[in-house]
């Protein structure tokens, strides 16, 4: 599966942006997506995740009630809402599909670029 992130930019704390995930080479629809983030000069940190036919989310605590994953299968594409952010929400935002609906990073098999998403005070 290839994955290509987008939809990342300068919004001020407050505002909201939405990311997409566009996937190809395989079935969409078998894979888990899970959302990633990077701080500069932190770990790679969970954001949250979807399972293959949308049934099913789970969010890290920091952003949940404010960040809102979906996907839409016939378009082969992720959705992160990301609304109410925050500075500290600034990082490089990942996607990744993988056969496991997970937390862990390494349970996911495919990786796009990265958007970087900055928020400012």
């Known amino acids: 599966v290839q994955l290509q992130a987008s939809g990342g930019g300068l919004v001020q704390a407050g505002g909201s942006l939405r990311l997409s995930c566009a996937a190809s080479g395989r079935t969409f629809s078998n894979y888990a997506v899970g959302w990633f983030r990077q701080a500069p000069g932190r770990e790679r940190e969970f954001v949250g995740a979807i399972t293959g036919l949308g049934i099913s989310t789970t969010y890290a605590d920091s952003v949940k009630g404010r960040f809102t994953i979906a996907r839409d299968n016939a378009k082969d594409t992720s959705f992160l809402q990301m609304n109410s952010l925050k500075p500290e929400d600034t990082a490089v935002y990942y996607c990744?599909?993988?056969?496991?609906?997970?937390?862990?990073?390494?349970?996911?098999?495919?990786w796009g670029q990265g958007t970087l998403v900055t928020v400012s005070s």
């Open positions: 990744a599909a993988g056969f496991s609906y997970s937390k862990d990073s390494y349970s996911y098999d495919y």
